[in-house]
Nanobody
Framework: QVQVVESGGGLVQPGGSLRLSCTAS????????MAWYRQGPGKQRELVAYSSDEATTTYGDFVKGRFTISRDNVKNTMYLQMTSLKPEDTAVYYCKVEGRTLDNRPGAYWGQGTQVTVPS
């Protein structure tokens, strides 16, 4: 089995910063891409940031230079540095990992999410 665990969420005041972490472990052989998604209250899940093993990165339009995605491939860990946080960034942030397992099967795996709250 593949486990995906996020951490780093919390309560932060507007204009503040947070760094989220996501680590994949278990029967993961190789990782093709890692991504952050978020789902705010009453909203659909949306892409926040994406990173592929070809060093391609993509951000949601709402990021506007405020967030930075990075990876430590040795640790199978991804980070999301968030700055200038706004109340509308309040959401559960999910990590998605795409890769192959030890038996060479492709798959996509989600974490349980970490809550980020920015009060208005």
């Amino acid at each position: 089995q593949v486990q995906v665990v996020e951490s780093g969420g919390g309560l932060v005041q507007p204009g503040g910063s947070l760094r989220l972490s996501c680590t994949a472990s278990g029967s993961i052989l190789s990782i093709h891409s890692m991504a952050w998604y978020r789902q705010g209250p009453g909203k659909q899940r949306e892409l926040v940031a994406y990173s592929s093993d070809e060093a391609t990165t993509t951000y949601g339009d709402f990021v506007k230079g405020r967030f930075t995605i990075s990876r430590d491939n040795v640790k199978n860990t991804m980070y999301l540095q968030m700055t200038s946080l706004k109340p509308e960034d309040t959401a559960v942030y999910y990590c998605k990992v795409e890769g192959r397992t030890l038996d060479n099967r492709p798959g996509a795996y989600w974490g349980q999410g970490t809550q980020v709250t920015v009060p208005s």
